[in-house]
């Protein structure tokens, strides 16, 4: 049945369509169990058929034209991707200008619990993926109660970064793409259900991440509630240096061959839980805390005669300390956080640490987009190695120029906070990708600049140990950081332990260890099992070593970072943001480590 006509017999369809949806509201189950802290929303039924949905007016509704290509019904079983539907679903998919940014929605056709979920890409994304990460007891979520929506951030694949010759696909990959498509999601929304989402969430992971604070940064009113998980956050940083560092000097400069081989990361790894794994009073494979863990790989450095498969040369060691600190000049300056590497995460770092010494280094591949495309404004230099990108301040400076608008590591989430949204951070202590150092840098950047007691009442980090990027990982790597948020916009329920649980290849749960917001940490209570969460307690440290370290590129975290930028023609023309030469007054010591 379609609801578009006018005049009198509109205005009766449109009120049986409410009349409609008020029964389904008290029939249908409500929207969420009140022990999730969840509000129990009445689920609210479609005023209009799916087909109808493609010959919507959208006019007006963002700065660019928006185009709907196909409106689908899927019925519940749909496989879509690595997805089953629980529900049967409107799947909605079209465009929105200026540039070319896809966006899919789907909405439920029954039992829709008046939510709007928007999730993250990660890497470069060009493609159209909806997954919401870590959400693995969300009922809105597992149940298809819940409109949700995914951009391909204004290209369509072009993994080697060539898109960005496109000044409106970097627009749209830095911040516009997102932001367009909640707008025109919630316009449809409003149209298929004739009445707005009572609460609106994002939820990314990586590069998603970004996304997320970018949201809460630039657009402070798109969403109630945001998950930025492992963000990318410091973009040209993070795709630079710290991705080309454990590369470059793991190269013997003499013969050009790899010094350290994936080979020995397991024996590394071993000798870092020999050293830390107790400091949480439990040995069990993972290092809780490895902000405490000191450990120094020289302690691994071959004796006369001792085999070379149980031990470190003194070049094999010295590029494990190099890998864990991170990138610094010739004169210790720091071109990233200090730690690069978390200690336990060794067995990650196969991502880098090549098999053999002939290579290659699996992390050159996230760098080389930056090096050929992204570091411009306007230009590009397809042609660049990875030897192009020199480990000093004056490249430094030269390198993370786009960061003002390609980065989202403005602290200041006043506006964000005034409107009530709320924001849970969250990164694995194994990370591989992108350090947790970052994400603990925007916390206190922002818990500085916002007083605790307003930091308190909106924002949460939790620091997950064994997990690599974006979950896997050694520990318990499974959990549901999503339903806390929403509990925390819709009741006010503020975010206490998230149980984080290892599951088998069957499907069986043979470990759960609970997680509290930092600083606090897990501590066993020394009587039961060590695999069950129950016999955990808080614990917070005292004193926070992090807050001391300083590095070449603090600015970038500092508030009225960003710039604005538009496509003028084939030009990128951006304004506003702070800038190195104003940063650049202030003395400095970049060469701090509390780690040696």
């Not at 316009?187 to 590069?207: E, H, L, M, Q, T």
């Not at 190099?322 to 978390?342: V, Y």
């Not at 290892?502 to 470990?511: A, F, L, M």
Request: hydrophobic share 40%; with cysteine; proline share 6%.
């Amino acid at each position: 049945m379609r609801f578009l006509q006018r005049g009198a017999a509109g205005r009766l369809l449109t009120a049986l369509a409410g009349a409609a949806a008020l029964l389904v509201m008290i029939a249908w189950p409500l929207g969420a169990s009140a022990a999730t802290g969840m509000a129990n929303l009445p689920a609210v039924m479609p005023a209009m058929d799916c087909s109808a949905v493609a010959s919507l007016d959208l006019s007006g509704v963002t700065d660019g034209t928006v185009t709907i290509t196909s409106a689908t019904l899927l019925p519940a079983g749909t496989s879509v991707g690595n997805t089953t539907l629980p529900t049967p679903v409107c799947d909605v998919k079209g465009s929105i200008g200026p540039g070319a940014s896809l966006f899919e929605l789907r909405l439920p056709t029954q039992g829709w619990t008046q939510r709007y979920l928007q999730t993250g890409c990660g890497g470069l994304c060009g493609n159209l993926s909806i997954s919401a990460p870590m959400a693995t007891t969300c009922v809105p979520v597992t149940n298809g109660q819940i409109a949700v929506a995914a951009t391909d951030m204004g290209h369509e694949g072009g993994y080697d970064g060539s898109w960005a010759l496109d000044p409106n696909a970097k627009i749209d990959f830095a911040y516009r793409a997102e932001h367009a498509t909640s707008q025109v999601a919630k316009a449809i929304i409003n149209k298929f259900y004739a009445r707005p989402a009572k609460y609106s969430y994002f939820d990314g992971c990586s590069d998603g991440g970004r996304e997320a604070l970018m949201e809460a940064q630039r657009y402070p009113e798109d969403f109630d509630g945001i998950v930025a998980g492992a963000p990318a956050n410091d973009l040209l940083v993070q795709n630079t240096f710290h991705h080309a560092w454990p590369a470059a000097v793991n190269v013997d400069p003499t013969t050009g061959k790899y010094i350290l081989l994936a080979s020995k990361l397991p024996l590394i790894h071993a000798a870092v839980l020999k050293a830390c794994d107790n400091i949480d009073g439990v040995a069990d494979g993972v290092i809780d805390d490895p902000q405490s863990c000191h450990f120094d790989p020289m302690t691994m450095l071959c004796a006369k005669g001792q085999a070379a498969s149980t031990c470190l040369s003194q070049a094999e060691a010295t590029v494990v300390r190099q890998i864990h600190d991170g990138a610094t000049d010739a004169n210790g300056a720091h071109l990233e956080q200090p730690i690069s590497r978390e200690w336990g995460s060794e067995l990650n770092w196969n991502l880098f640490v090549p098999d053999t010494d002939a290579g290659p280094s699996g992390t050159i591949g996230f760098v080389l987009p930056f090096l050929r495309y992204l570091d411009y404004f306007n230009g590009s230099n397809p042609a660049a190695t990875i030897t192009d990108l020199k480990f000093t301040i004056d490249s430094f400076v030269k390198t993370v120029q786009t960061s003002n608008y390609l980065a989202a590591t403005d602290p200041d989430l006043r506006q964000f906070a005034s409107h009530g949204g709320k924001l849970i951070l969250w990164h694995g202590l194994e990370d591989q990708h992108i350090s947790p150092q970052s994400t603990l840098e925007y916390y206190h950047e922002m818990r500085k600049l916002m007083g605790h007691e307003r930091f308190e009442q909106f924002a949460r980090l939790y620091l997950f140990p064994g997990v690599a990027h974006c979950g896997g990982g050694n520990g318990p790597n499974v959990f549901d950081i999503l339903t806390p948020v929403m509990a925390w916009t819709e009741s006010g329920t503020k975010p206490g332990k998230v149980v984080a649980s290892i599951v088998d290849t069957s499907g069986q749960t043979t470990r759960t260890r609970p997680v509290f917001p930092y600083p606090t940490v897990a501590r066993y209570t020394g009587s039961g099992s060590t695999d069950d969460a129950a016999n955990f307690v808080p614990y917070t440290p005292q004193g926070d070593s992090h807050v001391n370290w300083h590095w070449v590129g603090e600015w970038l975290y500092s508030p009225g970072y960003e710039a604005s930028c538009q496509a003028q023609g084939s030009q990128l023309v951006c304004k506003g943001g702070n800038n190195w030469s104003s940063y650049h007054k202030s003395q400095r010591r970049w060469d701090d480590n509390p780690d040696q």
